[in-house]
């Protein structure tokens, strides 16, 4: 199958990503690896669909460095970016790494929460088979409507779509049934496993994967470790993670996210799907940061 118009609405973010090398000195400095680099869950995710398919990002950002990083990152990963130029600074999380490679994460969100509907809709004008809706859309009150709407005129135009979940706890703060109802003109879902849980009040993954299924057609349910579990096709499937030195996790779903997608628009099958995911985040993993150099993983192991 040829490659897919695809459009990915998400948050523009610059991420800080931040590893100490020593215990913490609350009032003095601590040594710690620095990386300033082009975050956003959805660019993650465009970047790997970009390998193989034509991508549009879209999103709302600041007349700010932070802005013209991010644009400039996802120009050398194939990714046009459609900015919506706002007076608000661009999005910001600084992520800060345990040694076990898990992070905690300080969120501004900035002229993300500004994204308009009219802006959206120009963008949607043009032609194009698939659109993605990064979570972080739909979990913000300002912007959930955009998603919604978005989301019902790709369905109009005959295009699929695809939704994750991004963060459990403002995905309970808005509480799953909200979250629910604005994606219900998605046809692929995905989420980790904790996500899941929470959105379906479970406590087994192939539980949620059994209520999930009942709303979207496709469901992918990322566990880290333990690797990936999914219905598709009418059928279960599952594929173990690779076993290799975890550095940093941010942007490991995302990545395992991309790969999938990009497979299925593909026409290829879930199983290599799944194959190709577990493949994508392992190669995250093994650096610090969501798009790491290809030394990092030696330097920090």
């Not at 972080?136 to 913000?140: H, P, S």
């Given at each position: 199958m040829?490659a897919?118009?695809?459009?990915?609405?998400?948050?523009?973010?610059?991420?800080?990503?931040?590893a100490?090398?020593?215990?913490?000195?609350?009032?003095?400095?601590t040594?710690?690896v620095?990386r300033?680099?082009r975050g956003?869950?959805?660019a993650?995710?465009?970047?790997?669909?970009a390998?193989r398919h034509d991508?549009?990002f879209?999103g709302?950002a600041g007349?700010d460095?932070?802005?013209?990083?991010?644009?400039g990152a996802?120009a050398s990963?194939?990714?046009?970016a459609?900015?919506?130029?706002?007076?608000e600074t661009?999005?910001t999380?600084?992520a800060l790494?345990?040694?076990?490679g898990?992070?905690a994460?300080?969120?501004d969100?900035?002229?993300?929460s500004?994204?308009?509907l009219?802006f959206?809709?120009?963008?949607?004008?043009?032609p194009f088979?698939?659109?993605?809706?990064?979570g972080?859309?739909?979990?913000?009150a300002?912007t959930?409507?955009?998603a919604?709407a978005?989301?019902?005129?790709?369905r109009e135009?005959?295009?699929s779509?695809?939704v994750?979940?991004?963060?459990v706890?403002?995905?309970?703060?808005?509480?799953?049934?909200?979250?629910?109802?604005?994606?219900?003109?998605?046809?692929?879902?995905f989420a980790?496993?904790?996500?899941?849980?929470?959105?379906?009040?479970?406590?087994?993954?192939?539980?949620a994967?059994?209520?999930?299924k009942?709303r979207?057609?496709?469901?992918?349910?990322?566990?880290?470790?333990?690797?990936?579990?999914a219905?598709?096709?009418?059928?279960?499937?599952?594929?173990?993670?690779?076993?290799?030195?975890v550095?940093?996790?941010t942007?490991?779903?995302?990545a395992?996210?991309?790969a999938?997608?990009?497979?299925?628009l593909?026409?290829v099958?879930?199983?290599?799907?799944?194959?190709?995911?577990?493949?994508?985040?392992?190669?995250?993993v093994q650096?610090?940061?969501?798009?790491?150099s290809?030394?990092?993983a030696?330097?920090?192991?």
């Open positions: 040829s897919r118009r695809v459009v990915v609405i998400g948050d523009v973010m610059l991420d800080v990503i931040v100490p090398t020593a215990p913490l000195e609350p009032t003095s400095d040594p710690a620095v300033l680099v956003g869950s959805g993650n995710l465009a970047s790997a669909l390998r991508v549009t879209v709302a007349e460095v932070a802005a013209e990083v991010f644009s996802l990963a194939g990714v046009a459609s900015l919506e130029r706002v007076d661009t999005g999380v600084v790494i345990a040694p076990d898990q992070r994460m300080l969120t969100r900035g002229a993300n500004q994204l308009s009219e959206v809709r120009d963008v949607l004008s043009s088979e698939h659109l993605h809706v990064s972080y859309v739909i979990l913000d300002q959930r409507s955009v919604r978005a989301l019902s005129l790709a135009k005959g295009c779509t695809s994750d979940v991004c963060s706890a403002p995905l309970r703060a808005i509480t799953p049934d909200v979250f629910l109802d604005a994606t219900a003109e998605a046809e692929m879902f980790n496993e904790e996500e899941a849980l929470a959105i379906t009040g479970t406590n087994d993954v192939d539980d994967l059994h209520l999930l009942e979207f057609d496709e469901v992918v349910v990322t566990r880290g470790a333990r690797g990936v579990r219905w598709a096709d009418g059928s279960l499937w599952s594929e173990d993670a690779l076993r290799v030195p550095v940093d996790t942007g490991a779903g995302d395992a996210t991309g999938y997608l990009s497979a299925r593909e026409g099958g879930p199983a290599a799907s799944l194959r190709a995911a577990m493949a994508s985040s392992a190669l995250v650096g610090l940061g969501s798009i790491p290809p030394t990092e030696t330097k920090r192991t």
